[in-house]
């Protein structure tokens, strides 16, 4: 009945809205009976669980079934390419020639030779090269000293540079496990043990650590706005947080044990020490807080215009500020936190973030650009039961998409036309009023992000989704499914400067075996990442808006 529905062909004004209500009012309970339904399930689950038995089983049903609703708006956004063949013979290096020749028997008498036609094929040699090295030793009696050769460069300890450049590649680049590598090595007469693979992989490493923080600033200063997000990641068992940064030129990752605006103000300027600034700025970020005018007017009082380390901003803060909340003195801390870095000159300031709208996301930088496609997930997790409704949100899903490709077209020529007549269509999309309350709610949240939404008709240069940054999110996490987590804060250390350093080398077009080997053996002829982001940043020009402005 629900099916054959259609509410304009109801004259009477009143009996549609009555209809109209109770098909939300249907809504509301199919969705709290989905709820109430995989509450119930969970709990029985549980108590099984508790008696020693098992929850229900899932087995797959005879018949095929639907495949539950995706979440992805890639059908939607995504326009359809047009696929052809890459020619990769141009692209590949040649190491050696060899001739391949016929077999005079199989060749008739009046055979003619007619020169060579090549083939080229791919190989690789993957066996041990161990080395029995006899070091010269001198011995002076005047001296009373004993003189001896040293290794070559790149030779310390057991392995030499191809192994360690191999286990470093594999586990952070290939996402392999250390059990996996070890057994892969012994697979070809390595002798090595699972504890000295994990200490070349944690151990002595601060020259990787050095190049990562220069990519980092070198990525920071390629561009004035910049990717953001988080993905869990447990260090010793504990719940932590990777941050992940980046632009289009590379990717750092951070794992500390918070996820709050401080944390995201440490991890913006690469964890320099804390400063606070109290400012005319920090009270506009403390009046959008909710801190009370008494309190913005004692905090006025206390003197401006002046870097604090975190232990002066406390003491002024007991001294003139006493009875504080904790709340209260967060909100303090992030606002002239917010104000300090703002004001930074010894490091680059990043002035817009393109992120979701996590709270903590908030307020950081002068500007936020937030993500399209997280904001066209809302509407696709919404499930219907009455087909009305139904086809009401695949009406809205498709014309939000459709708005979203005319983005995409002024990204190419953005003239201020554009952008004004791009404003006026947001205002008429998201002011939809449907009848069916669960999208007309999710609509009006939509609108209240006009701002944030619209940041690209200011800066055309910005992407209008989070996708990379989603990217660098997801090798953390297979990098976690394989080794569910470092096992100390070393470990941890070691996963952020080289999963960086992979997946910025990646970008930059650079071959990560190729570039560890060529810093662990010590030959340092390759140009380091952080020079390559900065020579390309000058092409790319990622801030030419506010290079316009």
């Known amino acids: 009945m629900l099916e054959d529905l259609d509410l304009s062909s109801i004259a009477d004004e009143r009996a549609r809205e009555l209809i109209q209500r109770l098909l939300n009012l249907l809504e509301g309970v199919m969705a709290d009976l989905r709820a109430a339904q995989a509450e119930n399930q969970r709990l029985r689950d549980e108590i099984n669980r508790l008696k020693g038995e098992q929850g229900v089983p899932v087995i797959s049903p005879n018949t095929p079934q639907p495949p539950p609703k995706p979440h992805s708006s890639e059908k939607e956004r995504r326009q359809p390419k047009i696929w052809s063949k890459d020619r990769k013979t141009d692209r590949i290096a040649i190491d050696r020639e060899q001739m391949a020749q016929v077999d005079p028997a199989h060749v008739p008498q009046d055979a003619v030779f007619k020169g060579y036609e ?3 094929v791919q190989d690789i040699i993957f066996r041990t090269d161990t080395i029995l090295f006899h070091k010269e030793k001198w011995y002076s009696p005047s001296q009373h000293q004993s003189y001896l050769a040293p290794l070559p ?10 192994i360690n450049s191999l286990a470093l590649t594999l586990y952070f680049g290939g996402q392999m496990s250390e059990p ?3 057994e892969l090595l012994r ?3 390595v002798q090595i043990s699972d504890g000295h693979i994990s200490n070349l992989l944690i151990k002595d490493q601060g020259a990787f650590h050095a190049e990562k923080a220069a990519v980092y600033q070198a990525g920071l200063a390629s561009s004035p706005w910049q990717h953001l997000d988080d993905t869990s990641t447990r260090v ?7 941050h992940i940064v980046c632009n289009p030129l590379y990717t750092a990752y951070f794992t500390p ?3 709050d605006r401080l944390t995201i103000l440490d991890v913006l300027t690469h964890y320099r020490p804390r400063r606070f600034l109290v400012h005319a700025e920090a009270g506009g970020f403390l009046e959008a807080c909710g801190l009370s005018a008494v309190r913005r007017q004692q905090l006025a009082q206390l003197p401006g215009d002046t870097l604090l380390d975190d232990m002066a901003l406390h003491v002024l803060l007991d001294t003139h500020l006493p009875g504080l909340g904790p709340q209260q003195r967060q909100w303090i801390l992030d606002a002239t936190a917010v104000a300090a870095s703002h004001a930074e000159l010894e490091y680059p300031v990043v002035r817009l973030l393109v992120c979701d709208d996590a709270p903590q996301f908030t307020l950081v930088t002068d500007a936020l650009a937030l993500c ?3 904001e066209g997930r809302h509407d ?5 039961y009455v087909p009305h409704h139904r086809a009401l949100l695949e009406d809205f899903v498709q014309r939000f998409w459709l708005y979203y490709a005319q983005l995409l077209v002024y990204q190419t020529q953005p003239t201020p036309a554009e952008a004004a007549r791009l404003t006026g269509e947001f205002a008429t999309l998201f002011t939809t009023v449907t009848g069916y309350e669960a999208l007309d709610e999710r609509i009006a949240k939509t609108r209240t992000k006009q701002g944030c939404l619209l940041m690209v008709l200011a800066h055309p240069e910005i992407p209008l989704h989070n996708n990379p940054a989603e990217l660098g999110a997801r090798a953390r996490v297979r990098k976690r499914d394989v080794s569910f987590g470092p096992r100390t804060r070393e470990g941890a250390t070691a996963w952020d400067p080289f999963m960086t350093l992979a997946v910025t080398a990646t970008k930059l077009g650079v071959r990560f075996y190729h570039y560890i080997h060529d810093r662990v053996s010590g030959a340092f002829q390759m140009p380091s990442l952080a020079d390559l982001i900065q020579e390309r940043a000058t092409v790319l020009n990622l801030g030419a808006s506010w290079n316009i402005s």
């Open 118 to 120: 090549d083939v080229v």
């Open 153 to 162: 460069q790149g030779y310390t300890g057991q392995c030499g540079p191809g």
């Open 180 to 182: 996996k590598i070890a």
């Open 187 to 189: 697979s070809v007469g």
């Open 236 to 242: 010793h068992g504990q719940n932590g947080y990777c």
């Open 257 to 259: 044990e918070a996820k």
């Open 372 to 374: 399209w496609v997280h």
């Open 380 to 384: 696709k997790k919404l499930v219907p």
